[in-house]
């Protein structure tokens, strides 16, 4: 899996794939691997080159990709954004502004096909717009239920990570 972690303003990238107890994680082009076991809900044992840390998370990357992490008695707080989940209206691909869900473009790549048009009443998980990148076409759905106010995107038009594709009120 790959994030993107903004911490004390500055942004790392993580890539991370987790094989049984043992966590692989490349941070800023920095290895590491891992023991991790969960102990209850958000409290993690982690072992790393035989020193052992007890790592306590408060918030959820699912609902509001912001976290605060303890690890012994430090205290770190990230945000966290996935460019590939677009379902969470304050995920990376939407963002609340004003009331309003912004579907964001995850990458660079060619809009394919917008599915809906301005005024439209969506339910949360509708495909709004299709973007390829990379070879894979990749359906961006909206984060919730609401009206279509704007579509900023049409067929064919080049897009880069980040430009807002539509808003969803």
């Known amino acids: 899996m790959k994030l993107t972690a903004e911490y004390e303003g500055s942004s790392h990238r993580i890539d991370f ?18 023991a991790a076991s969960r102990i209850e809900s958000g409290v993690y044992l982690l072992i790393n080159d035989g020193r052992v840390y007890e790592c306590r998370v408060e918030g959820s990357a699912a609902q509001q990709d912001f ?26 691909g939407a963002h609340d502004v004003h009331g ?12 394919v096909r917008v599915l809906v048009e301005e ?16 070879k894979m076409q990749n359906e961006l759905k909206s984060p919730r239920a609401g009206t279509v106010s704007e579509i900023r ?4 038009a080049t897009v880069n990570a980040g430009d807002v594709l539509a808003v969803i009120e």
Not at 21 to 31: M, P, Q, T
Not at 68 to 92: Q, W
Not at 119 to 134: F, K, Q, R, S
């Open 17 to 34: 794939r987790r094989e049984d107890a043992r966590v692989f994680a490349l941070i800023d082009g920095r290895s590491y691997e891992v």
């Open 67 to 92: 976290l605060e992490v303890h690890v012994g008695s430090r205290s770190f707080s990230l945000t966290l954004s996935d460019p590939k989940r677009l379902r969470s209206s304050h995920g990376t």
């Open 100 to 111: 309003a869900a912004q579907i964001l473009a995850p990458m660079p790549g060619k809009v």
């Open 119 to 134: 005024g439209a009443e969506v339910e949360a998980g509708d495909g709004i717009i299709v973007v390829e990148a990379m």
């Open 153 to 156: 995107a049409i067929a064919g």
